[in-house]
Nanobody, 116 residues
Framework: QVQLVESGGGLVQPGGSLRLSCAAS????????MGWYRQAPGKQRELVAA???????DYADSVKGRCTISRDNAENTVYLEMNSLKPEDTAVYYC??????????WGQGTQVTVSS
């Protein structure tokens, strides 16, 4: 089993920045792809950004140039740096990890609210 703990969400003004973190813990596991998804009220969950074990990244068009995903493989942690935040970035952000042989795990979600 793998447990995910997210942190870093909160209330920020438009144009502000936030850094989300997601740490995975458990016994003897290897993480392949790590990613961040978000779900706004009344909308489907969507990919924000993802990073594979080698460091290759994917970003949603809506966040390109404003967000940076990174990971620390030694700490089994993935980060999402978000800048120039907009009200439309408001959502619950979920961490997702793909674990070798064990499957996919989701974090509990962290609220990001962009409002003045």
């Amino acid at each position: 089993q793998v447990q995910l703990v997210e942190s870093g969400g909160g209330l920020v003004q438009p144009g502000g920045s936030l850094r989300l973190s997601c740490a995975a813990s458990g016994s003897r596991f290897t993480i392949n792809r790590m990613g961040w998804y978000r779900q706004a009220p009344g909308k489907q969950r969507e990919l924000v950004a993802a990073i594979d074990k080698g460091g290759s990244t994917d970003y949603a068009d809506s966040v390109k140039g404003r967000c940076t995903i990174s990971r620390d493989n030694a700490e089994n942690t993935v980060y999402l740096e978000m800048n120039s935040l907009k009200p439309e970035d408001t959502a619950v952000y979920y961490c997702k990890v793909d674990v070798l042989y064990l499957g996919t795990y989701w974090g509990q979600g962290t609220q990001v609210t962009v409002s003045s």
